[in-house]
């Protein structure tokens, strides 16, 4: 499969690849993975006064999950909450020009960044 | 008694695309299969339907004798395989893991799982991680899992085996890179 030049851009130079400190109250952790494929992501956040300040991943997938998963820690970052959780996968599949079989990959980007805003606001209530 | 020459209509019967793999070979749709039966039934009626019989018949007959073959191939090579065996009985109780669509896909496994999934591989990024030990632990790990999946088909349980057939092929995947990690 012909990957397009953004994703092969992701891929081989990857932003923000890491880990924020899980325990960090101001750190939201989301982890997410694709049952039929086997791929798992690590996206997290840090936030202050609902800003985004920092953003970082980890995926264990194909070049299509790596560089959704990329692309949405470079989106996030000096976002509010409110906005970061209004990312929809077709977004990020329009944005690396996705090819229909690897949707999937940009859903699990999409769920990824949700499930680190729901970990922090869960956290945040204490 | 059959001609010595039989009509090539005649002999094949027509082509079902909507028979399951198991009454493809005639068997019945279960875990459990014998080996020996499924390979006799698979050649058995490869034979009977095999395109070369059918050289000179029509195109119709031609192309359902193609369909009937590649038909039987695909059976006999998921039945015959103890992992795709267990995932198509997981399909045929409707739940197809090849799917990512949350009614009717692959399950999604516990919160828990995932994470290990995660702090498992940072462990191999961090160092220190005895890879051919690891690859041995996950090799259990992927058998235990397809032994969860058949308790769970053996007694009805679709749901229990569909989980463990997703765990499997989260660990499937994290030993083909534990693989890439050794060399």
Known sequence: MAYSDKVIDHYENPRNVGSLDKSD?????GIVGAPACGDVMKLQIKVEDDVITEAKFKTYGCGSAIASSSLVTEWVKGMKIDEAEQIKNSQIAEELS????????SVLAEDAIKAAIADYRDKKKG | MAAENPSPSEALPPFDPDLDHFARLGLRPGYAVDRDAVEAAYLERSKVVHPDRFAT???????AALEHSSALNE?????????????????????????SDPEGGA????????????????????????????????E????????????GLD???????AAALVRRRYLDRFLAEIDDAIG
């Not at chain 1, 109250?25 to 952790?29: H, K, M, R």
């Not at chain 2, 259990?140 to 969860?148: F, K, N, V, Y």
């Not at chain 2, 007694?155 to 085996?161: L, T």
Request: with cysteine.
């Open chain 1, 25 to 29: 109250e101001a750190v939201g952790t």
């Open chain 1, 98 to 105: 996705l090819p229909p079989v690897k949707i999937h990959c």
């Open chain 2, 57 to 63: 018949a029509g195109s119709g007959t031609r192309r």
């Open chain 2, 75 to 99: 059976a006999y090579r998921v039945v015959r395989d103890r992992v795709l065996r267990a995932e198509y009985l997981v399909k045929l109780g409707g739940t197809d893991l090849d799917s």
């Open chain 2, 107 to 138: 399950p999604k496994p516990e919160q828990a799982f995932l994470i290990d999934m995660i702090e498992r591989r940072d462990a191999i990024d961090e160092g220190g991680v005895d890879l051919d030990d690891l690859r041995d632990s996950v």
């Open chain 2, 140 to 151: 259990d790990e992927l058998e235990a899992a397809l032994a969860s999946a058949v308790a």
């Open chain 2, 155 to 161: 007694a009805g349980d679709h749901a229990s085996a």
